[in-house]
Nanobody, 125 residues
Framework: QVQLVESGGGLVQTGGSLRLPCAAS????????IGWFRQAPAKERDFVAS????????NYADSVKGRFTISRDNTKNTVYPQMNSLKPEDTAVYYC??????????????????WGQGTQVTVSS
């Protein structure tokens, strides 16, 4: 069982930055790949980024490449999604999720087993 808790959401102006730490309550955090997803009102939940077990491999949606990064510190059981150069279209609820690193796709939300409660990010124009 993995419990994930996101924090760091809020209201920010266009061009601003936010970091959304995702803390996990689990014995061996490095057993899990972590994904980051977002869901805007009336839209599906979309992939944003992911990191492999030890952070050596990351993936990003085209819409956030060059602006967002994801890193992890397994000694602190925490993933650090970082959002820079924010745009109004980045407004959404952001979720972190954990999955078995050896099965499924990093890009599909259905392949993730454990989810955080989400944190709201609102970017004003």
């Amino acid at each position: 069982q993995v419990q994930l808790v996101e924090s760091g959401g809020g209201l920010v102006q266009t061009g601003g930055s936010l970091r959304l730490p995702c803390a996990a309550s689990v014995r061996t955090f490095s057993n899990f790949a972590i994904g980051w997803f977002r869901q805007a009102p009336a839209k599906e939940r979309d992939f944003v980024a992911s990191t492999s077990r030890f952070g050596r491999s990351t993936n990003y949606a085209d819409s956030v490449k060059g602006r967002f990064t994801i890193s992890r510190d397994n000694t602190k059981n925490t993933v650090y999604p970082q959002m820079n150069s924010l745009k109004p279209e980045d407004t959404a609820v952001y979720y972190c999720a954990a999955k078995d690193p050896f099965s499924g796709s990093y890009y599909r939300s259905d392949d993730y087993t454990y989810w955080g409660q989400g944190t709201q990010v609102t970017v004003s124009s």
